[in-house]
T-cell receptor, first 116, second 111 residues
Framework: DAGVIQSPRHEVTEMGQEVTLRCKPI?????LFWYRQTMMRGLELLIY????????DSGMPEDRFSAKMPNASFSTLKIQPSEPRDSAVYFCASSSAQGMSNQPQHFGDGTRLSIL | GNSVTQMEGPVTLSEEAFLTINCTYT??????LFWYVQYPGEGLQLLLK?????DKGSNKGFEATYRKETTSFHLEKGSVQVSDSAVYFC??????????FGSGTRLLVRP
């Protein structure tokens, strides 16, 4: 079975540019999560969706960040304009609602973002 | 609020040594508890889980027991291998199905 697929794996861009990160969840999973990982702050949940609808975006750092899930098999996290402090590894994860309280989240391999 | 506290790393061990990584949590109710492992350049992988008090999760020689009385979920392995070198994250699932992670503990196993 294919796992969670993220693209690109690495992104290097200059500050001020728009950055779009992509995620394809595991087929049949109806929860999708976006995380950010940095040395200083560890793993932070940015936003999560259920059945393509954003449920909790309280972790989104500011208005420069936005996330969408236009269908069950695709989600994007966009940063516009990007800043050097956005440099981090961004992970997407998905899980099934069935027996939700003990269902693990399955993580992609992440996108390593560097803003110069 | 809910939180997870892990012992700081790095933890450095020789091959075949006994491993303990401490994890304690603060939560309302009785959340499900998880250990995830992250190898270099990869995402997090579920290692084991426990959903209620006194449950023991186990996988690949690793074990952790859900201790309600001490609000702990310590990770143990009897004999570590070099291939176990990674970062280990303890996590709880809150009532909104969000995972709350600890800060992670890096394990280095030397041959």
């Amino acid at each position: 079975d294919a796992g969670v697929i993220q693209s690109p794996r690495h992104e290097v861009t200059e500050m001020g540019q728009e950055v779009t990160l992509r995620c394809k969840p595991i087929s049949g999973h109806d929860y999708l999560f976006w995380y950010r990982q940095t040395m200083m702050r560890g793993l932070e949940l940015l936003i999560y969706f259920n059945n393509n609808v954003p449920i909790d975006d309280s972790g989104m750092p500011e208005d420069r960040f936005s996330a969408k899930m236009p269908n069950a098999s695709f989600s994007t996290l966009k940063i516009q304009p990007s800043e050097p402090r956005d440099s981090a590894v961004y992970f997407c994860a998905s899980s099934s609602a069935q027996g939700m309280s003990n269902q693990p989240q399955h993580f992609g391999d992440g996108t390593r973002l560097s803003i110069l | 609020g809910n939180s997870v506290t892990q012992m700081e790393g790095p933890v450095t061990l020789s091959e075949e040594a006994f491993l303990t990584i401490n994890c304690t949590y603060t939560a309302t109710g009785y959340p499900s508890l998880f250990w995830y492992v992250q190898y270099p350049g990869e995402g997090l992988q579920l290692l084991l889980k426990a959903t209620k008090a006194d449950d023991k999760g186990s996988n690949k020689g690793f074990e952790a027991t859900y201790r309600k009385e001490t609000t702990s979920f310590h990770l143990e392995k009897g004999s570590v291998q070099v291939s176990d070198s990674a970062v280990y994250f303890c996590a709880l699932m809150d009532s909104s199905y969000k995972l709350i992670f600890g800060s992670g503990t890096r394990l280095l196993v030397r041959p």
